[in-house]
């Protein structure tokens, strides 16, 4: 089985969800033997690609086009790409670029797909893979018929992986002109920010509809998230409220993390929210509502005003 990683540059570096790509990818080598191929496309992907060898022998498909991930173009390379090394398999992050851009290969490829899978067995002879549904509340094993087999990663259910040792770098020759390009990118609005980004975080502190405003959220979520290094998060009750900014929404509509510390503070733990931090190795919580669902899951709970609780925690830190 030939496999096909398609890894997401950060800067430098290769994502953090797709080395949890790669670490499924380990697995499937593990129940199956198989040889691991990287995939990588951009413009100015050169100490990416580098870094992704460490993984794997890399493929780089490098381009000015390639500036902005619009799922049309990037879907017809990545659906190239992998009938040119001739991918039984293609794994990617269950990211919104992955989800985006590698359904369309899956259809150009007239594969079968699997989203968000969590693991992967062999049984009497077959690949099968687990992949959760309806918010998280369900786990299924399935069988994919056809070939390749493109499947997302959910990040939260892998380690990242480890590099091994350099490999290749090699450009591939695709006529990038060619592809399609009826998408334009037109532009992106997010609030900058030196704190890490809430999938990349090792300790996230989240804020739900507790909060009365946005300079509360900022003040307490922020304020506290500062002392500790860590990344802020927030509810969809708090997004919609208009109280913290989308990029930080964790939950089924937004960003699936597992970090080390997940602090919950106002946020009653709807299906929807647990289904994107649940994972986290330590969750605690501080609510006014000894009933939250989110104490359910909770390590560690504190039932406080979050308004007196967290000047107090800030100030003793």
Same mark, same amino acid.
């Given at each position: 089985?030939?496999?096909?990683?398609?890894?997401?540059?950060?800067?430098?570096?290769?994502?953090?969800?797709?080395?949890?790509?790669?670490?499924?990818?380990?697995?499937?080598?593990?129940?199956?033997?198989?040889?691991?191929?990287?995939?990588?496309?951009?413009?100015?992907?050169?100490?990416?690609?580098?870094?992704?060898?460490?993984?794997?022998?890399?493929?780089?498909?490098?381009?000015?086009?390639?500036?902005?991930?619009?799922?049309?173009?990037?879907?017809?390379?990545?659906?190239?790409?992998?009938?040119?090394?001739?991918?039984?398999?293609?794994?990617?992050?269950?990211?919104?670029?992955?989800?985006?851009?590698?359904?369309?290969?899956?259809?150009?490829?007239?594969?079968?797909?699997?989203?968000?899978?969590?693991?992967?067995?062999?049984?009497?002879?077959?690949?099968? /893979?687990?992949?959760?549904?309806?918010?998280?509340?369900?786990?299924? /094993?399935?069988?994919?018929?056809?070939?390749?087999?493109?499947?997302?990663?959910?990040?939260?259910?892998?380690?990242?992986?480890?590099?091994?040792?350099?490999?290749?770098?090699?450009?591939?020759?695709?006529?990038?002109?060619?592809?399609?390009?009826?998408?334009?990118?037109?532009?992106?609005?997010?609030?900058?920010?030196? +704190?890490?980004?809430?999938?990349?975080?090792?300790?996230?502190?989240?804020?739900? +509809?507790?909060?009365?405003?946005?300079?509360?959220?900022?003040?307490?979520?922020?304020?506290?998230?500062?002392?500790?290094?860590?990344?802020?998060?927030?509810? +969809?009750?708090?997004?919609?409220?208009?109280?913290?900014?989308?990029?930080?929404?964790?939950?089924?509509?937004?960003?699936?993390?597992?970090?080390?510390?997940?602090?919950?503070?106002?946020?009653?733990?709807?299906?929807?929210?647990?289904?994107?931090?649940?994972?986290?190795?330590?969750?605690?919580?501080?609510?006014?509502?000894?009933?939250?669902?989110?104490?359910?899951?909770?390590?560690?709970?504190?039932?406080?005003?979050?308004?007196?609780?967290?000047?107090?925690?800030?100030?003793?830190?």
């Amino acid at each position: 089985m030939k496999i096909l990683i398609i890894a997401e540059a950060q800067g430098s570096e290769v994502r953090h969800a797709s080395r949890s790509a790669i670490t499924l990818a380990k697995n499937v080598v593990a129940a199956e033997n198989g040889d691991i191929e990287i995939a990588i496309i951009g413009d100015d992907i050169a100490a990416a690609a580098k870094a992704a060898s460490a993984y794997a022998p890399t493929f780089t498909l490098s381009d000015a086009l390639f500036s902005h991930p619009t799922a049309d173009r990037y879907g017809a390379a990545i659906a190239q790409i992998a009938q040119q090394r001739g991918a039984d398999l293609v794994i990617a992050a269950s990211t919104s670029h992955g989800k985006d851009c590698v359904a369309r290969a899956a259809a150009a490829l007239g594969g079968t797909m699997v989203t968000d899978a969590t693991a992967c067995e062999n049984r009497d002879g077959k690949l099968i /893979w687990q992949r959760t549904m309806h918010a998280g509340g369900v786990a299924a /094993w399935v069988a994919a018929h056809g070939s390749p087999v493109v499947v997302t990663a959910l990040q939260s259910a892998y380690e990242p992986a480890e590099p091994t040792g350099e490999t290749s770098v090699t450009a591939l020759n695709i006529d990038v002109v060619a592809l399609p390009s009826a998408i334009q990118f037109d532009s992106v609005t997010t609030k900058q920010s030196d +704190r890490p980004d809430v999938t990349e975080a090792a300790i996230v502190i989240s804020g739900g +509809r507790a909060f009365k405003t946005a300079e509360d959220y900022e003040r307490l979520i922020g304020g506290l998230a500062d002392k500790i290094g860590g990344g802020t998060g927030s509810s +969809r009750a708090a997004v919609d409220a208009g109280i913290a900014p989308n990029e930080n929404q964790v939950g089924q509509t937004g960003k699936i993390i597992a970090p080390d510390l997940y602090l919950g503070i106002g946020i009653s733990g709807a299906v929807q929210h647990l289904a994107g931090m649940k994972n986290s190795k330590i969750i605690a919580a501080i609510n006014t509502d000894d009933e939250a669902p989110l104490l359910d899951y909770a390590d560690f709970a504190l039932i406080a005003d979050a308004y007196e609780a967290i000047p107090e925690m800030m100030e003793k830190l």
